[in-house]
């Protein structure tokens, strides 16, 4: 089976920093976990596997092809960034529509429906999401990030901001994914997070898998 995600020997550094060294693994259906302390280079990791920077060493691939170059590759990650990002003046299924139309989804309006059913905010939908807690942020991004049904899911953090039952949602939410052949990457600081949400766990430290 080829992977849906791979590193094969891949290295970033800025100037005299090694950001990521030397890094190889590869991820097949399942939820793993990426575990590492504040500047480990989890942030790095995530940016090299999305195709949002470029190894200096080493390759990414997304079922066997360069998300820097290739759109199918891209088309196939969906993505849950640490920062916020979310856009003022919309609301929740405005923007989880407006990415779905972005990632060339057909029925748009269908698929946004679905994707904020899925985290359990289909009561709050037509809300502008400048004005909801963290925790209903969070999962906005979480539903953006599924609207266009990926094959590779990569979450930065994402457990931020949730209350426990919001927690516990999602956690069955990426263990349900894996199930239907969805690779997931789920980065974090917190050990007893990666625990609970993990069928496996890469360890990094200053920037290498121990």
Do not use: Y
């Amino acid at each position: 089976m080829t992977p849906l995600l791979e590193f094969d020997r891949v290295s970033k550094w800025f100037r005299d920093t090694v950001a990521v060294g030397d890094m190889s693994f590869a991820l097949t259906p399942g939820v793993t976990g990426l575990l590492g302390h504040n500047g480990a280079g989890k942030s790095t990791a995530i940016r090299l596997a999305t195709g949002l920077a470029r190894p200096d060493e080493g390759t990414v691939r997304i079922n066997g092809l360069d998300p820097r170059r290739s759109g199918v590759a891209r088309a196939a990650i969906g993505l849950v960034p640490d920062g916020d990002g979310l856009w003022p003046g919309l609301t929740a299924r405005g923007l989880v529509e407006a990415c779905a139309r972005l990632r060339g989804v057909s029925d748009a309006r269908g698929a946004a429906a679905a994707a904020l059913a899925t985290v359990d905010l289909t009561d709050v939908a037509e809300r502008d999401v400048k004005g909801f807690s963290q925790g209903m942020r969070q999962r906005v991004k979480i539903a953006q990030a599924l609207v266009h049904r990926p094959q590779v899911l990569i979450l930065d953090e994402p457990l931020n901001g949730l209350d426990p039952q919001q927690r516990e949602t999602v956690i069955a939410l990426l263990h349900h994914l894996g199930t239907e052949g969805v690779a997931t990457l789920f980065s974090s600081h917190v050990l007893g997070e990666v625990e609970r949400v993990a069928d496996n766990v890469l360890v990094l430290v200053n920037g290498r898998l121990v």
